[in-house]
Nanobody, 123 residues
Framework: QVQLVESGGGLAQAGGSLRLSCAASGRTFSGYAMGWFRQAPGKEREFVAALTWDGRSTYYSDSVKGRFTISRDNANNTVDLQMNNLKPEDTAVYYC????????????????WGQGTQVTVSS
């Protein structure tokens, strides 16, 4: 069992930055690939970014590539999402998720989820 708790959401202006953090507890964190997903009202949950258990390989959706950076600290059981140059269309609830072994872009393949943190970007 892995427990995930997100923090760092809030309100930002377009062009601004926010940093989300996900704290993990439970089973061996370093064995899990981690992903960030988001869900806007009335829309399906969508992939944002993911990285391998060792952080050496990362992957981003086209909509955030070049603006967001995912990273992890296995010593402290955290995974972060640095979001720069935010846009109003980034407004959503952001979730971190864990999946044993490798990452995918499909949210249905992630077993563990946090409760989500709201990010609102004003224009």
């Amino acid at each position: 069992q892995v427990q995930l708790v997100e923090s760092g959401g809030g309100l930002a202006q377009a062009g601004g930055s926010l940093r989300l953090s996900c704290a993990a507890s439970g089973r061996t964190f370093s064995g899990y690939a981690m992903g960030w997903f988001r869900q806007a009202p009335g829309k399906e949950r969508e992939f944002v970014a993911a990285l391998t258990w060792d952080g050496r390989s990362t992957y981003y959706s086209d909509s955030v590539k070049g603006r967001f950076t995912i990273s992890r600290d296995n010593a402290n059981n955290t995974v972060d999402l640095q979001m720069n140059n935010l846009k109003p269309e980034d407004t959503a609830v952001y979730y971190c998720a864990a999946r044993w072994s490798t990452y995918t872009v499909y949210y249905t393949s992630y077993k563990y989820w946090g409760q989500g943190t709201q990010v609102t970007v004003s224009s």
